[in-house]
């Protein structure tokens, strides 16, 4: 059973930035990517970046330049720094994973929601004020 879990989200000004972070138990060996999204009150749950095995990664247009996404895999943790926050940032980001081949995971990201991700952390609250 793999069981994903956030933190490092809170309160933060326009143009500061935060860290949030995915501790991820279970087995992680084998193929898999793992991305963080996000839900914004009254929008539908969109990718703001993933990560494949190899470290290849796929961004979000809204965060591109500004987020990035990144993993150790000696824990396994799951980091995304967010540099330059912006109110319109404010949501409730998850992580997940997908336990699939590398050249499946573009489609895992990007197919929509409700986004064929295997298993999702509850989420950690992200607050931009103006």
């Known amino acids: 059973q793999v069981q994903l879990m956030e933190s490092g989200g809170g309160s933060v000004e326009t143009g500061r930035a935060l860290k949030v972070s995915c501790r991820i138990t279970g087995n992680t060996l084998g193929n898999h990517c793992m991305a963080w999204f996000r839900q914004r009150p009254g929008h539908e749950r969109e990718l703001v970046a993933g990560i494949k095995r190899d470290a290849t990664t796929i961004y979000g247009d809204a965060v591109l330049g500004r987020f990035t996404i990144s993993k150790d895999n000696a824990e396994p943790i799951l980091f995304l720094q967010m540099n330059n926050l912006r109110p319109e940032d404010s949501a409730l980001y998850y992580c997940?994973?997908?336990?699939?081949?590398?050249?499946?995971?573009?489609?895992?990201?990007?197919?929509?929601?409700?986004?064929?991700?295997?298993?999702w952390g509850e989420g950690t609250q992200v607050t931009i004020s103006s």
């Open positions: 997940a994973v997908s336990f699939t081949l590398p050249n499946s995971c573009n489609a895992r990201f990007s197919d929509g929601p409700p986004y064929n991700m295997d298993y």
